[in-house]
């Protein structure tokens, strides 16, 4: 039978013994204190942990680098049955470890989170006789993409030792792991921070157990998911999220100052052609509409915020063309006209007279708009609080650690919605800066 662990790598801990209640509900055979968890609480995370779940399997993370044996010892009598500590740490560090799990009574897991070789490290602390490895990709690597699940393939078939997996699993690459070889499947955010914590711990012991119980299934059963590509999976994230959520994952960078909607309710969610003019020369605006296909965003600066260079003719040729919106740092018109089209416009202003198609400016070069850089197929997102430009080249991490943004959010507002205070939730008072 294939284990599964739920990761609580949440500061609260009050918080982490409810999430961990409703994940138990859900099918979870392990709780792991996650190492945010044991930052912030301590060994009393454990305590109560063991406390509140007799009966579960508590395993530590305490990804120990050094003092191997005190590190095994606080946990084991605190009340794990597991502890974890990396792999990074030197041999010396890892037998010390051994020995005090041995004394204790518990189980050795070594994470081989960030280690170059993993195959030829696993191999080693097999035989340094340590219980369980965990295939391990950090919160941080997952941001850019990258997955346990081709670690494990590798690993899984050279190593005789309990394989734990973990680093952003959901059900369909839980499932996957498993046909892999998978002993345990460890999983964090995507339990944790649902608004159904049960639900989703279910879809996870669904996922692995209807493998688990087909015929014939291993790493050769030939399952297949489908893959989705990395601009769609960008575009289906942020089109779910909204621009505080990225701004957030930005650590505030990006919002551009001074555009806002002209039309609540209308979400651009695109790819840049950038444009820049003069006074309210509009040809190379009108021109760009020419150049764009579905999904691009035509993004202009305009050195006059006082001479519109769009108005009702331009929008219905860029509503035609399947344009996905446009953003001025600068003036439009014809609002009459341009409301009864579907096209989200957002703008620094909006003025009766028009500048002359001359053909001064430039399209698709850098442009500033609204105070930030905007580069040709960079992402822009635009909804009612406002406007970002996401990098394309950081487009992929900001999506994933937007959508981690958002669902913390979702699982907050839920636990408001049942009746807490969001301080109460966040534990304000306590983690304010102490002086
Ligand atoms: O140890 C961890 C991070 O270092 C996490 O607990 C582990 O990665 C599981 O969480 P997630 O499913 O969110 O990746």
Same mark, same amino acid.
């Given at each position: 039978m294939v284990l599964i662990q739920v990761a609580l790598d949440i500061i609260e801990l009050d918080r982490a013994l409810l999430i961990a209640k409703e994940a138990v509900l859900g099918g979870a055979d392990w709780i792991e204190a996650g190492t945010p968890l044991i930052k912030s609480e301590g060994m009393n995370a454990i305590r109560k942990l063991r406390e509140a779940f007799p009966q579960k399997t508590i395993l530590a993370d305490m990804k120990t680098m050094d003092a191997g044996a005190i590190e095994v010892e606080m946990a084991a009598k605190s009340g794990a049955d597991v502890v974890a500590i990396l792999a990074r740490a030197d041999d010396v560090v890892i037998s010390e470890a051994l020995r005090s799990a041995k004394k204790y009574g518990v189980r050795l897991m070594v994470d081989l989170i960030s280690i170059d070789e993993p195959e030829a490290r696993a191999q080693e602390l097999v035989a340094l006789g340590v219980d369980l490895? /965990? $295939?391990? $990709? !950090?919160? %941080?690597?997952?941001?850019? +993409?990258?997955? =346990?699940l081709e670690m494990l393939s590798k690993i899984s078939r050279e190593i005789d030792a309990e394989i734990a997996v973990a680093g952003g699993l959901k059900p369909e690459t839980a499932q996957e792991a498993v046909a892999m070889g998978a002993d345990i499947v460890i999983v964090g955010s995507y339990i944790i921070h649902s608004d159904n914590v049960a639900q989703s711990a279910k879809n996870i012991r669904h996922a692995v157990d209807s493998l688990c119980s087909a015929s014939g299934l291993g790493s050769d059963s030939g399952v297949s998911f489908s893959q989705k590509s990395q601009e769609e999976e960008i575009f289906d994230i942020f089109r779910r999220v909204s621009s505080p959520n990225i701004s957030d994952a930005m650590h505030r960078k990006g919002a551009m100052c001074g555009i806002s909607t002209l039309f609540p309710g209308r979400k651009i969610v695109g790819r840049a052609v950038t444009v820049r003019t003069l006074g309210g020369d509009w040809a190379k605006p009108v021109e760009a509409i020419d150049l764009c296909g579905k999904n691009d965003v035509i993004v202009i600066f305009n050195s006059d915020r006082n001479m519109a260079m769009w108005g009702g003719l331009a929008t219905k040729t860029a509503a035609n063309r399947g344009v996905a919106g446009l953003v001025v740092d600068g003036a439009v018109r014809d609002m009459d006209e341009i409301k009864k089209l579907s096209l989200p416009i957002f703008a620094a202003n $909006? $003025? =009766? /007279?028009? +500048? %002359? =198609?001359? !053909?001064?400016g430039e399209i698709n070069c850098e442009i500033t708009c609204g105070g930030q850089i905007v580069n040709p197929r960079d992402f822009i997102v635009a909804d009612d609080s406002g406007v970002v430009v996401v990098p394309k080249e950081k487009a992929y991490e900001i999506a994933r650690r937007a959508e981690e943004v958002w669902k913390k959010e979702q699982r907050i507002l839920d636990e408001i919605d049942k009746g807490q205070s969001m301080s109460s939730v966040l534990e304000l008072l306590k983690w304010e800066k102490q002086k």
């Open positions: 490895i /965990n $295939v391990h $990709v !950090g919160i %941080d690597r997952q941001m850019t +993409g990258k997955s =346990p $909006v $003025v =009766p /007279n028009a +500048g %002359d =198609p001359k !053909g001064l």
